[in-house]
Structure formats: structure tokens, C-alpha cells
């Protein structure tokens, strides 16, 4: 498993943009596919975006295509999700998440390893 830590989640309009990123620590980072999640209130969490392990394959759901890019930096053990022109039900508890594969992990069973969350709201 790797530990992970999560920073960059406020308060914003929408309309506008937000970058989070995981911290992650553990020396099998490189060989991890990650990932990021979300849970609004009262809903089931679910997978954003994901990226295998070199960075060259990534995955998104569709509300999020086009303006989320996930992206990875494994030099400085960091994964990104950037999030551009903001929705309001983009306000969630989003989640940073790996998996022990070289695949992009789609299915929430491939993944071992969680943070504690950072909450974004975005207003209307």
C-alpha cells in the first residue's frame, strides 16, 4: 500500500478552476495506477478520473471530460486533478486513491490504498 494526502480543496465560484493534489509516500508509487474520487452529499462516491502508472493512459467519467485532466508527476511522488469551469454539483468530498496495477484502475476493487479526502464547494 501507499499513504496518500490530499490538499487543495476550498471554497470557489463556479465558473471557475481548482487544481488538487495527492501527496503520496511509499516506494511502489511509480508502479501504481491512480485514481480520483468523489462523494456528494448523499450520494455514492465515485471515480472521477483515473491514470496508470507512466502517465500515458487516463481515464474520465463524462460530466467531467473536457474540463478535468488528471496527471501525474512521479519524480515528486504527486498526482493532479485539474478542474476547470467548475459546476456546482462538482461540490463533493473528492478522494485520492491507488491501485497496485500498471492499467488505469476503473473498477473501485482495484484499488488498496486511500487519503482522507479535501472538500471542494463550488457555488452558484
Known sequence: ??????SGGELVQ????????CAVSGRTFSSYGMGWFRQAPGK????????NFSG???????SVEGRFTISRDNAKSTV??????????????YYCAGAPVHTVPVIT???DSWGQGTKVTVSS
Open 44 to 51: 455514492e462516491r465515485e471515480l472521477v478520473a483515473a491514470i
Open 109 to 111: 476493487d482495484e484499488y
Open 14 to 21: 463556479a465558473g471557475r478552476s481548482l487544481r488538487l493534489s
Open 56 to 62: 500515458r493512459s487516463t481515464y474520465y467519467i463524462d
Open 80 to 93: 493532479f486533478l485539474q478542474m476547470n469551469n467548475l459546476k456546482p454539483e462538482g461540490t463533493a468530498v
Open 1 to 6: 500500500q501507499v499513504q496518500l494526502v490530499e
